[in-house]
């Protein structure tokens, strides 16, 4: 899909890879930019509409919701990556609140809007996904339960022309990973691997060298064979 005359809502706008998306999204030409921030946010380009949206927040999905009457493309980028051992358990539940029932609940909130466009979900996951990084085990488990998450939205939304795309991100230089001492990707680069993926129409997106270096293995194997295996189980009309 082209971003080129599209209304597109960010997550997590306000710095790091969805800041630099609002760029990208900008310079591809879209129509209008939400950009979702908990605080407030200001933008030299009248294409961009900041929006408050804690996507923890049943009230603040509401609002946005109410606010946007066209959507196109919704990135479920917002996240969160505390480092921890599993000994907290409210260190899982804070990260799962906005990693995956974030993603959750934004997607069903505009769900309605996105059918009427027949638009596409992107979702931000992470190379941790296909295998624990054990520094941040929570944030390992809420993104791989957010890829299993989006394969089965995939599955269920097809029937209505609702494309979903998983983006599988490796390192990329943001406040996320700052003390981490690697190569990592400008979030301008990312940013524009994400959208060259999503007008290449490819389902599950590696925008970053270190995940480019696992794109054929994950679409070549075992685990991608049996997702498409077990959405052939899904009736057309299902969503
Ligand atoms: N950087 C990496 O190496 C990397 C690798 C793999 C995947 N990813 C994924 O890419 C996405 C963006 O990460 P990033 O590196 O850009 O992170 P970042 O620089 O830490 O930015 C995180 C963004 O998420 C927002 N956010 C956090 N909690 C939120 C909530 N409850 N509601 C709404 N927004 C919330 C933050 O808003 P505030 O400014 O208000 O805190 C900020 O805009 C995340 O999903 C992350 O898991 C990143």
Redesign the pocket.
């Known amino acids: 899909m082209s971003t080129a005359n599209k209304t597109v809502l960010i997550?997590?706008?306000?710095?790091?890879?969805?800041?630099?998306l609002v760029e990208q999204a900008l310079r591809r030409g879209a129509k209008r930019v939400y950009a979702?921030?908990?605080?407030p946010m200001a933008h030299a380009d009248e294409r961009v509409i900041p929006v408050i949206?804690?996507?923890?927040?049943a009230t603040?999905i509401q609002r946005a919701v109410t606010s946007i009457d066209h959507l196109d493309v919704l990135v479920?980028?917002?996240?969160?990556?505390p480092y921890d051992d599993l000994s907290n358990p409210d260190i899982l539940e804070r990260t799962f609140?906005?990693?995956l029932f974030?993603v959750l609940n934004v997607t069903r909130a505009f769900l309605p809007l996105l059918k009427r466009s027949r638009g596409a979900v992107v979702n931000?996951?992470?190379?941790?996904a296909l295998a624990a990084l054990p520094l941040i085990p929570a944030?390992s488990i809420s993104?791989a339960a957010a890829l299993n998450l989006t394969q089965s939205l995939r599955a269920l939304l097809a029937g209505d022309g609702v494309k979903v795309y998983g983006?599988?991100?490796?390192?990329?230089?943001?406040?996320?990973?700052r003390g981490?001492n690697i190569p990592?990707?400008t979030?301008e680069s990312?940013a524009r691997g994400i959208f060259d993926g999503l007008e290449h129409d490819e389902e599950d997106i590696f925008p970053d060298p270190t995940?480019q270096s696992l794109a054929d293995g994950w679409r070549n194997g075992a685990a991608k064979a049996l997702e498409r295996q077990f959405a052939a189980f899904v009736p057309g009309d299902a969503a």
């Open positions: 997550t997590g706008a306000s710095r790091g890879i969805g800041r630099a979702g921030t908990r605080g949206l804690d996507v923890t927040s603040d479920n980028n917002a996240g969160v990556a609140a906005v990693n974030g931000h996951l992470s190379i941790v944030y993104k983006v599988l991100l490796g390192p990329v230089d943001t406040d996320m990973n981490l990592k990707a979030t990312a995940s």
